[in-house]
């Protein structure tokens, strides 16, 4: 059984909706390049091709076809699955400020919100 991805099935929408790698790849704030070997590894994954790709057009595939009424019906299904409520944040003292945050996995792909800024102490660095 092929071991399929949930958001490369996003992006194989977002092409299939686009027709077009580029507006695609803006879609998800890519580069095109990293999007069309995603979509290849997806197609790889599968053993299909699902784009007829020239430097003049993109269209599906018969192969596409039949996967686009079964991925938007995956997508939405996935996207209508409940969160889990989330713990209360708790309060923490910050005595100085990493340059780097770390991102946790979200619990479920509704509850992602982009990271707060850190704070920054003055006294660490005056202004």
């Given at each position: 059984?092929?071991d399929?991805?949930?958001h490369?099935?996003?992006?194989?929408?977002a092409?299939?909706?686009e027709?077009?790698f580029t507006?695609?790849?803006?879609e998800?704030h890519?580069?095109?390049?990293?999007l069309s070997?995603?979509?290849?590894?997806?197609?790889?994954?599968?053993?299909?091709q699902l784009f007829?790709?020239?430097?003049?057009?993109v269209?599906?595939?018969?192969?596409?076809e039949?996967?686009?009424?079964w991925a938007?019906?995956?997508i939405?299904d996935?996207d209508?699955?409940p969160?889990?409520p989330?713990p209360?944040p708790t309060?923490?003292?910050?005595?100085?400020?990493?340059?780097?945050?770390?991102?946790?996995?979200?619990?479920?792909?509704?509850s992602?919100?982009p990271?707060?800024?850190?704070?920054?102490?003055?006294?660490?660095y005056?202004?």
């Amino acid at each position: 059984m092929a071991d399929v991805e949930i958001h490369h099935l996003r992006y194989f929408l977002a092409v299939a909706r686009e027709l077009n790698f580029t507006r695609a790849a803006q879609e998800f704030h890519m580069a095109v390049p990293p999007l069309s070997q995603r979509i290849k590894a997806l197609e790889a994954e599968l053993g299909q091709q699902l784009f007829d790709r020239s430097t003049h057009h993109v269209r599906l595939t018969p192969a596409g076809e039949r996967l686009l009424p079964w991925a938007r019906q995956l997508i939405a299904d996935f996207d209508a699955l409940p969160c889990p409520p989330a713990p209360p944040p708790t309060r923490r003292r910050i005595s100085h400020a990493w340059p780097y945050r770390r991102l946790s996995t979200a619990r479920c792909a509704a509850s992602w919100r982009p990271p707060r800024p850190m704070p920054v102490s003055t006294s660490t660095y005056p202004r």
